[in-house]
T-cell receptor, first 116, second 113 residues
Framework: AQSVTQPDIHITVSEGASLELRCNYSYGATPYLFWYVQSPGQGLQLLLKYFSGDTLVQGIKGFEAEFKRSQSSFNLRKPSVHWSDAAEYFCAVGRALTGGGNKLTFGTGTQLKVEL | KAGVTQTPRYLIKTRGQQVTLSCSPISGHRSVSWYQQTPGQGLQFLFEYFSETQRNKGNFPGRFSGRQFSNSRSEMNVSTLELGDSALYLC????????????FGAGTRLSVL
């Protein structure tokens, strides 16, 4: 079964500093990988996705992520954090199921706090 | 294009009652999935519907059920509510084309007293 590990539960960075959120996955085949962000009381917004091809993917709000198969990682990065980036970030792996369905398995999330 | 719409946004129920949550997917999307989010268990897959049929189911008791209508709108029902059912319930819709992405609604916050 697939699994996703986000080792950092909380991270605090200063506004303007760089950010890297870690994600490791376990999945037998080539995974579909995603990063979602959730603001308090809201649903999940897709930041970026990796399906295949170029291992460095660009997303919205200036985020990027790099897929490293050898390390089973898909870390999220941003060169300069803004106070509005404070939220909870979820890494997820998507898996096609028999019968044509699809299921996301999520990590436990990383809560990002931005200090002004 | 309108996003995924979930109603109601908030619900308060008492133990033993039942509840129905509604989800309208993005226009043209035929797959709808439901997830439960709690502080203790995180985000867990409940089930997925496609063309009015439940295609996949997560590891939840039979008190959790759902259905999908011909217009792809979906409802989720929880019977005999327990305190532990308090959670944010998220609906996601997905295009069944080559784009394998789930788009989420804002969720329904259910509180069981």
């Amino acid at each position: 079964a697939q699994s996703v590990t986000q080792p950092d539960i909380h991270i605090t960075v200063s506004e303007g500093a760089s950010l890297e959120l870690r994600c490791n996955y376990s999945y037998g085949a080539t995974p579909y990988l995603f990063w979602y962000v959730q603001s308090p009381g809201q649903g999940l917004q897709l930041l970026l996705k990796y399906f295949s091809g170029d291992t460095l993917v660009q997303g919205i709000k200036g985020f990027e992520a790099e897929f490293k198969r050898s390390q089973s990682s898909f870390n999220l990065r941003k060169p300069s954090v803004h106070w509005s980036d404070a939220a909870e970030y979820f890494c997820a792996v998507g898996r096609a199921l028999t019968g044509g369905g699809n299921k996301l398995t999520f990590g436990t999330g990383t809560q990002l706090k931005v200090e002004l | 294009k309108a996003g995924v719409t979930q109603t109601p946004r908030y619900l308060i129920k008492t133990r033993g009652q039942q509840v129905t949550l509604s989800c309208s997917p993005i226009s043209g999307h035929r797959s709808v999935s439901w997830y439960q989010q709690t502080p203790g268990q995180g985000l867990q897959f409940l089930f997925e519907y496609f063309s009015e049929t439940q295609r996949n189911k997560g590891n939840f008791p039979g008190r959790f059920s759902g259905r999908q209508f011909s217009n792809s709108r979906s409802e989720m029902n929880v019977s005999t509510l327990e305190l532990g059912d308090s959670a944010l319930y998220l609906c996601a819709s997905r295009s069944t084309g080559s784009e394998n992405i789930q788009y989420f609604g804002a969720g329904t916050r259910l509180s069981v007293l």
